[in-house]
T-cell receptor, first 113, second 114 residues
């Protein structure tokens, strides 16, 4: 079965600085990859997803992610972080039918003024 | 507004007292699922439903039941809750059973079992 590792439990960045959140997956075939954001007290919101095609995926709120098959990674990036980006971020991987969607443990982002 | 709603949002109960957490979606989605979120473990799927009267186990189904009598509702039932079921629960739905459909999440239900 597929699995996801998010190596960073907690990251702190200054407002305006760039951000990269790491995600590594394990899956034998081409994975379907997702990034979700969870603001405090809220449900999960989809930021972006990758199924096929261009390996650089654009999402909402200025986020992007790059699929690198050779590194089994799907890292999330943002060039300039805003205070409102403080939240928990989850990477997820799924198979074709997506009945077995696996989430990483999450990375909590703190934004310093 | 398209949404997934859950009730209650917060619940404190005692061991063995049956409870139900309701989930409803207004998007006419066929697929619905339940997850629990625990620190350091991310989200783990409890049960899912591909359509009315079709349900199946996820990764962590022990101690839970579900039903899907109507398309819009997918309640989670804890017949005899135990403290290890203290967690944050999320209901989710998507249009159908394929990965290309976006999954929408409810706001969560924080359950404490004493």
């Amino acid at each position: 079965a597929q699995s996801v590792t998010q190596p960073d439990i907690h990251i702190t960045v200054s407002e305006g600085a760039s951000l990269e959140l790491r995600c590594n997956y394990s899956y034998g075939a081409t994975p379907y990859l997702f990034w979700y954001v969870q603001s405090p007290g809220q449900g999960l919101q989809l930021l972006l997803k990758y199924f096929s095609g261009d390996t650089l995926v654009q999402g909402i709120k200025g986020f992007e992610a790059e699929f690198k098959r050779s590194q089994s990674s799907f890292n999330l990036r943002k060039p300039s972080v805003h205070w409102s980006d403080a939240a928990e971020y989850f990477c997820a991987v799924a198979a074709y039918n997506n009945n077995d969607m696996r989430f990483g443990a999450g990375t909590r982002l703190t934004v310093k003024p | 507004e398209a949404q997934v709603t859950q009730n209650p949002r917060y619940l404190i109960t005692v061991t063995g007292k049956k409870l139900t957490v309701t989930c409803s979606q207004n998007m006419n989605h066929e697929y619905m699922s339940w997850y629990r979120q625990d620190p350091g473990l991310g989200l783990r799927q409890i049960y899912y439903s591909m359509n009315v009267e079709v349900t199946d186990k996820g990764d962590v189904p022990e101690g839970y039941k579900v039903s899907r009598k109507e398309k819009r509702n997918f309640p989670l039932i804890l017949e005899s809750p135990s403290p290890n079921q203290t967690s944050l629960y999320f209901c989710a739905s998507r249009l159908a059973g394929t990965s290309t459909d976006t999954q929408y999440f409810g706001p969560g239900t924080r359950l404490t079992v004493l």
